[in-house]
């Protein structure tokens, strides 16, 4: 079934045909639509779930915490300075291994005082143990939405369903809603290994000591460092996982089939643009006008920022001969997050392409075609070289 919806209603609906059991909720904008229409869907008696209303950002994950930890399909969702005050439960949920889902509606960070869209408040919290998607439109929200809950319960990992706030959350455009039954197919009702349960009493992340000992059964446990080594390994093992549930997802649904970056007219290209989240899309206009003009420019999205994809960006950009990265973030007194993380995944390569980095958008600023065109014309020559300094698109001094 096919219908009309804004991106914020596409993520309730994704979390509807999840089936997720408890929903902790606290408003900030422009997060607030998505877990207001949650709460009409369990008031109407759509859904079957407990519908919690915090006092804070950081108490409604300490819920989806709980409840994940007693058994529970959690989720919860928020935006800039309520990911901020969430920082300590990012932590915490992930050094448990607790398969939460979060939806990260993207807006500046304050201060000063932004409700507009950028990147900075999930790039900001990329070193939490999460792992990070990014949509890039209505029909992503909800597909990912679903693929993010069989993705954390697979690897036992927090997964954030990231997408732009307001181009995204607050603009209608049609996508499909699946068959709840194939859902079901999907995505099977969650099953823990480990849970709080009276029957079986047992206590979850008590103070570890910095080295290995023998747990109450005499068996080796891990000391703090070798937890933390494990989740590192296990969430580097997800890009397997995220690639096999992509290749499921594509046989069920018929939709999707890129895993870690969508391609637009790459396999020809020369030159190619690289970014996260709606941007991606727009650029296809700009990529096409530039065609017509005979620069040989693609444009890629990148779906997976965490872990991040080191294999599938050299694979696909190695043999190029420039990467332009435009981002929405910036990592304060070097470069842009994505740019630096693009670089080091091409660094083994002899034959790599040269990278540029533009900074653009932050706050809302308005992203303009023709700035676009102007910055990729500029960009895609072969007299264009790396450079560590990121240059700014919009920048009004």
């Known amino acids: 079934m096919h219908i009309i919806e804004s991106g914020n209603v596409a993520a309730a609906l994704g979390v509807k045909l999840a089936e997720a059991s408890v929903i902790a909720a606290y408003p900030i904008t422009p997060q607030t639509p998505l877990t207001e229409k949650l709460s009409e869907l369990v008031d109407a008696g759509e859904m079957n779930a407990q519908y919690i209303p915090v006092e804070s950002e950081h108490s409604a994950l300490a819920v989806c915490i709980a409840a994940s930890s007693a058994g529970s399909r959690a989720f919860t969702a928020t935006s800039a300075n309520g990911l901020l005050y969430m920082n300590e439960q990012l932590h915490w949920a992930a050094g448990a291994r607790l398969p939460i889902v979060m939806c990260v509606v993207n807006r500046g960070i304050g201060a000063p005082w932004t409700v507009w869209n950028d990147h900075q408040d999930s790039i900001s919290q990329r070193d939490t143990g999460w792992i990070q998607l990014y949509a890039c439109d209505h029909q992503q929200i909800l597909d990912t939405v679903l693929k993010a809950f069989r993705l954390a319960e697979t690897v036992s990992v927090p997964v954030m369903v990231c997408y732009d706030g307001y181009i995204l959350s607050h603009t209608y455009m049609p996508f499909e809603l699946p068959d709840a039954e194939m859902v079901r197919r999907f995505l099977p009702p969650f099953a823990p290994e480990y849970f709080l349960d009276p029957k079986c ?88 006008m530039l065609r017509k003009e005979g620069i040989a420019v693609g444009a890629a999205g990148l779906r997976v920022y965490r872990p991040f994809p080191d294999k599938a960006v050299a694979d696909a950009f190695s043999h190029k001969k420039g990467l332009i990265v435009f981002e929405k973030a910036l990592s304060y007194g070097n470069q842009g997050a994505l740019f630096a993380d693009i670089k080091a995944a091409l660094y083994a ?48 001094m």
């Open 201 to 288: 009493p047992k206590n979850l992340n008590t103070v570890t000591l910095p080295d290995i000992r023998p747990d109450v059964r005499g068996n080796t446990a891990p000391g703090y460092m070798e937890i933390r080594h494990n989740l590192h390994m296990d969430m580097r093992k997800s890009m397997d996982v995220i690639s096999d549930i992509e290749i499921e997802f594509k046989e069920i649904f018929g939709r999707g089939g890129y895993p870690f970056i969508e391609p637009y007219r790459v396999n020809d290209a020369d030159y190619v643009a690289v970014c996260m989240g709606s941007l991606s899309y727009h650029l296809r206009d700009v990529i096409d």
């Open 349 to 396: 390569k002899t034959d790599r392409p040269f990278v540029r980095n533009y900074i653009l958008g932050l706050g809302g600023r308005e992203i303009k075609t023709t700035e676009l065109a102007d910055a990729l014309r500029n960009s895609c020559k072969p007299s264009s070289a790396t450079t560590d300094r990121p240059e700014w698109i919009g920048l009004k």
